[in-house]
């Protein structure tokens, strides 16, 4: 069909202005036209079972919102339950991600327990995924409180906490 995988996925193959990605038995073909993807579509039909369940609404927990002339891409279960393992119910926003120096420094805070040092290495693991598939707005906040992982402090759990705010 004469698709070339990309060289940083080899996931993700390319043939002109159609490309497809794969992950397992699933697959997204995505392209400039709905006729050039209903073309590749039928191609692929004729090598492989194919199901098509037209337009994408989610894909590997990524939902995929159209309109005439944007796609959004978010991943609001993943953020819910980062909000559950904060204990945030209701917030009223902050206007960066990164918090003040003082929270997101290494010195000048108690040091959290295991379980609560645990439960922000988890949460940052959250949103260094979050911020690498939807969000890089937040990633450089998010690395620097990864940066801090191994010995997370109150401040930085107040940095985390105003990050997802």
């Not at 002109?16 to 590749?40: E, H, P, R």
């Not at 796609?71 to 009223?92: F, G, N, T």
């Not at 929270?103 to 439960?119: K, M, N, P, Q, V």
């Amino acid at each position: 069909m004469g698709f070339t995988p990309l060289i940083h996925d080899q996931n993700v193959f390319r043939r002109g202005n159609i490309m497809i990605s794969t992950y397992v038995d699933d697959f997204m073909v995505l392209g400039s036209s709905d006729a050039a993807i209903n073309a590749v579509i039928r191609q692929l039909a004729k090598e492989l079972e194919v199901k098509d369940f037209g337009r994408v609404a989610t894909f590997l927990g990524i939902q995929i919102d159209h309109s005439n002339d944007s796609i959004r891409i978010s991943q609001p279960d993943k953020v819910a339950v980062v909000y559950e393992d904060l204990s945030l119910k209701q917030c009223r926003g902050a206007w960066s991600p990164i918090a003040d120096e003082g929270l997101i420094t290494r010195t000048g805070s108690e040091a959290l327990d295991d379980a609560a040092a645990t439960r922000y290495r988890s949460i940052v693991g959250s949103l260094l995924h979050i911020s690498i598939m939807t969000r890089p707005d937040i990633q450089f906040a998010v690395n620097q409180l990864a940066q801090i992982a191994s010995n997370p402090s109150m401040n930085t759990m107040l940095g985390l906490k105003h990050l997802v705010l």
